[in-house]
């Protein structure tokens, strides 16, 4: 079982910044991906970034150039830093957590509860 839980998110004007944490809880000791998703009103939840203990990272193209993620793998913590905010970003960001290697890394994962992120413009 895994706990994940989230927090750092708000409400932020555009342009502004926004730094989300996400701790990883429970009985896997390591995890091989760390990653983070999000879901806007009326919208499938989709991936925004996604970190794997290799070195490895990906990002929605919406999203590069803009945020970054990083991870503690010590604290099994994952960061979401999140620049230059739009108001498109406005959506429930999502932590996920896959403990092996996986080809969908979104539907292989622990989730957690989710955190609002809410950008006005």
């Known amino acids: 079982q895994v706990q994940l839980v989230e927090s750092g998110g708000g409400l932020v004007q555009a342009g502004g910044s926004l730094r989300l944490s996400c701790a990883a809880h429970?009985?896997?000791?390591?995890?091989?991906?760390m990653g983070w998703g999000r879901q806007a009103p009326g919208k499938q939840r989709e991936l925004v970034a996604h970190s794997t203990s290799d070195g490895g990272t990906n990002y929605a193209d919406s999203v590069k150039g803009r945020f970054t993620i990083s991870r503690d793998n010590a604290k099994n913590t994952v960061y979401l830093q999140m620049n230059s905010l739009k108001s498109e970003d406005t959506a429930v960001y999502y932590c996920f957590v896959n403990a092996y290697s996986t080809p969908s890394p979104l539907a292989d994962a622990f989730w957690g509860q989710g955190t609002q992120v809410t950008v006005s413009s």
């Open positions: 429970g009985s896997i000791f390591s995890f091989y991906g």
